[in-house]
């Protein structure tokens, strides 16, 4: 069975770091994409950053929002993914979601998602 | 950036009754369109890609067209369980972005 469970979530000031955490299982980890995608407190879903997969040499883009702020990184060994978020505003609280992305259709596309973690930015 | 915008923003309907929901891209994405389901608390659940191809284990009362800008996600025969809110996103280009959702309650 495929599965994500994100962990490192809570309460930060602003200005204030944290790096959260995704266990990755049931699948090929180093074959997919994978992402992160937030959603504010009563709002939609907002994609924040991705990290390619191993042929891809495990590139990475990034939402304007979060770009040069949050770092998406991969440990192989650990089928984990990273997400490094420095210089926090309270804007950036939300729950955080890893999805996988997998291979349909000849595209790499959001399919699996974990239970998500909460990231509260405030003083 | 690609501007995803659904309508309605949110809906009630009866069971059985046949739900439509549209998602317009503000430029041509071809097909590269996902319809992703939440219940409330919980995480989205994707239910088809490609604008119009099931997602496996997904009930065929759902069914989604088009092409280029615009999109329907339509359920045939509303059940318990479809209530909670839809969204749709675009993976043609980065940065990846979603509609603001469709809140669906069950009269």
């Known amino acids: 069975e495929v599965q994500l469970v994100e962990s490192g979530g809570g309460l930060v000031q602003p200005g204030g770091s944290l790096r959260l955490s995704c266990a990755a299982s049931?699948?090929?980890?180093?074959?997919?994409?994978m992402d992160w995608v937030r959603q504010a407190p009563g709002k939609g879903l907002e994609w924040v950053g991705r990290?390619?997969?191993?042929?891809?040499?495990?590139?990475?883009q990034y939402a304007a929002s979060v770009n040069g702020r949050f770092t998406v990184s991969r440990d192989e060994s650990k089928n984990s993914l990273y997400l490094q978020m420095n210089s926090l505003k309270t804007d950036d609280t939300a729950v955080y979601y890893c999805?996988?992305?997998?291979?349909?259709?000849?595209?790499?596309?959001?399919?699996?998602w974990g239970q998500g973690t909460t990231v509260t930015v405030s003083s | 950036d690609i501007q995803m915008t659904q309508s309605p923003s949110s809906l009630s309907a009866s069971v059985g009754d046949r739900v439509i929901i549209t998602c317009r891209a503000s430029?041509?994405?071809?097909?590269?369109l996902v319809w992703f389901h939440q219940q409330p608390g919980r995480a989205p659940k994707s239910l088809m890609f490609?604008?119009?191809s099931l997602q496996s284990g997904v009930p065929s009362r759902f069914t989604g067209s088009g092409s280029g800008t615009d999109f329907t996600l339509t359920i045939s025969s509303l059940q318990p369980e479809d209530f909670g809110t839809y969204y749709c996103?675009?993976?043609?280009?980065?940065?990846?972005?979603f509609g603001g959702g469709t809140k669906v309650e069950i009269k």
């Open positions: 990290s390619r997969n191993k042929a891809k040499s495990y590139t990475t």
């Open positions: 999805v996988r992305a997998g291979l349909q259709g000849g595209l790499y596309i959001m399919d699996v």
């Open positions: 996103h675009q993976y043609k280009t980065y940065p990846l972005t």
């Open positions: 049931g699948f090929t980890f180093s074959d997919n994409f």
């Open positions: 430029q041509d994405i071809d097909n590269n």
């Open positions: 490609a604008a119009s």
